[in-house]
């Protein structure tokens, strides 16, 4: 069992910064990570997800080049940096833990076991 708890969401103004934490319990960190957001009104969607090592990453067309994806196994911890941000960034962003380390299985959200409860970031135009 592994318990998801992000922090650092807020408000920002486009084109800040900002850096979601997401911290993991439980005995292992041994899974891949995500991150998730859902505007209102939408459908959640994938955003960024890491390997379990950290070699591998994968990004959202939409966000590629703006965030990143990093992850410290001896903290149990994955962050997701958010430069560059935009109105449309505005969303409830998500962690979510998988043991699959594929890509097709990153990108959508029955690839993983186990979710945050999500941290609302705002971006102001």
């Known amino acids: 069992q592994v318990q998801l708890v992000e922090s650092g969401g807020g408000l920002a103004q486009a084109g800040g910064s900002l850096r979601l934490s997401c911290a993991a319990s439980g005995r292992t960190f041994s899974y891949a990570m995500g991150w998730f957001r859902q505007a209102p009104g939408k459908e959640r969607e994938f955003v960024a997800a890491?390997?379990?090592?950290?070699?591998?990453?994968y990004y959202a067309d939409s966000v590629n080049g703006r965030f990143t994806i990093s992850r410290d196994n001896a903290k149990k911890t994955v962050y997701l940096q958010m430069n560059s941000l935009k109105p449309e960034d505005t969303a409830v962003y998500y962690c979510?833990?998988?043991?699959?380390?594929?890509?097709?299985?990153?990108?959508?959200?029955?690839?993983?076991?186990?979710w945050g409860q999500g941290t609302q970031v705002t971006v102001s135009s």
């Open positions: 890491i390997s379990w090592s950290g070699g591998n990453t």
């Open positions: 979510a833990a998988g043991t699959s380390n594929d890509y097709s299985s990153l990108k959508i959200e029955r690839g993983y076991d186990y």
